[in-house]
């Protein structure tokens, strides 16, 4: 094979290795968040509408709070009309239930489109890893 495709092939394969597959990875690492705060705000979705079904917001109601390696201790919580809502930077609002639903039903639409945006380019770097070997395979004489 002649020396100059060597090195050409050489020069894909590093490329591939070295800069599309960590771009991929960062791009799922992303991806993954993203999943895990959407379940995370679909879960205190759940919980709040669980609070408004059952009049516990109005009533209040005891729980067990988990304070660190499965110790737990025993809250009362009189009133559960409002919640704490962190809105970024380490800053937390408080909302009525329903303003909190208001607001997590856009941060899940957010995060959704994001998710989105990320599996787009997911698609795309997997697209150029393939159009790549492709090349390499080509350049290596292999035929379909």
Do not use: C, W
């Amino acid at each position: 094979m002649n020396p100059d495709i060597q090195q050409k092939i050489l020069k894909f394969e590093t490329f591939i290795n070295d800069v599309l597959r960590e771009d991929l990875a960062k791009l799922e690492q992303k991806l993954d968040t993203k999943n895990a705060d959407v379940a995370e705000f679909l879960q205190l979705k759940s919980m709040i509408t669980t609070l408004q079904t059952n009049d516990f917001d109005k009533n209040g109601f005891k729980t067990q709070v988990d304070v660190g390696q499965n110790f737990f201790i025993e809250a009362h919580v009189p009133d559960a009309s409002t919640i704490l809502l962190d809105i970024g930077l380490g800053h937390y609002v408080e909302f009525a239930l329903n303003d909190a639903l208001t607001i997590i039903n856009v941060r899940i639409k957010l995060l959704e489109q994001q998710i989105a945006h990320f599996r787009k380019e997911i698609a795309k770097t997997n697209a150029h890893i393939k159009l790549i070997l492709l090349g390499i395979r080509e350049l290596q004489g292999f035929k379909d």
